[in-house]
């Protein structure tokens, strides 16, 4: 069954320190993956995605993300974390068994950055 | 531009009542998409709709029922509400011919007594 896992639930870093967030996935076939933030009382707002290409995927606000295939990770990333950074984030791989390509989440990780 | 807006934002129910979540997209996106997000579970999909005409299951659709009105619609029913239908609903919208990332509304937060 296709899948994505976000091993943890919450990540703690002081500002100014990099900062990951592990995602694992799934799937059949290649992967399209993705990463999302969601803000307090916000709806999900998309930061990037890996569809084929360089393993490193530039994105918003700074953030980037690693695909390993061999490993099967997608490790959102950034050099230096804001405290503005916090927020939920949460791993999406394309759906490849439904038609409509919807989006399988993981269970989200939140990354709270301490000044 | 105004996205996917979503309406109401807040909305408390006796169980046992209907009620309709309504969605708009003004990106001229194909495919539409209902989720529900519990603490600790994600985002789980409801019901989809991959054009205009069509809607299908997703992982979650009992209790549910949805109407693509027309191409930039897509509204969920709950026709006899349940305490467990408490929870977070985003809708969601993608261009058919991107590369699959979906853009989110705001979300309602449904609560069911």
């Known amino acids: 069954a296709q899948s994505v896992a976000q091993p943890e639930d919450q990540v703690n870093v002081a500002e100014g320190n990099p900062l990951t967030v592990k995602c694992t996935y799934s799937?059949?076939?290649?992967?399209?993956l993705f990463w999302y933030v969601q803000y307090p009382n916000r709806g999900l707002q998309f930061l990037l995605k890996?569809?084929?290409?360089?393993?490193l995927v530039k994105g918003s606000y700074g953030f980037e993300a690693e695909f390993n295939k061999s490993q099967t990770s997608f490790h959102l990333k950034k050099p230096s974390a804001l405290v503005s950074d916090s927020a939920l984030y949460f791993c999406?791989?394309?759906?490849?068994?439904?038609?409509?390509?919807?989006?399988?989440f993981g269970k989200g990780t939140t990354l709270s950055v301490s000044s | 531009n105004a996205g996917v807006t979503q309406t109401p934002k807040f909305q408390v129910l006796k169980t046992g009542q209907s009620m309709t979540l309504q969605c708009a997209q003004d990106?001229?996106?194909?495919?539409m998409y209902w989720y529900r997000q519990d603490p600790g579970m994600g985002l789980r999909l409801i019901y989809y709709?991959?054009?205009?005409?069509?809607?299908d299951k997703g992982e979650v659709p009992n209790g549910y029922n949805v109407s693509r009105l027309n191409k930039r619609e897509f509204s969920l029913r709950l026709e006899s509400a349940a305490p467990s239908q408490t929870s977070v609903y985003f809708c969601?919208?993608?261009?058919?011919?991107?590369?699959?990332?979906?853009?989110f509304g705001p979300g309602t937060r449904l609560t069911v007594t």
């Open positions: 990106m001229n996106h194909n495919s």
């Open positions: 709709s991959a054009s205009e005409g069509t809607t």
């Open positions: 969601a919208s993608r261009y058919s011919g991107g590369t699959y990332e979906q853009y």
């Open positions: 799937v059949s076939g290649n992967p399209y």
């Open positions: 890996y569809i084929t290409g360089d393993n």
């Open positions: 999406a791989v394309r759906d490849m068994e439904q038609a409509g390509t919807a989006l399988i």
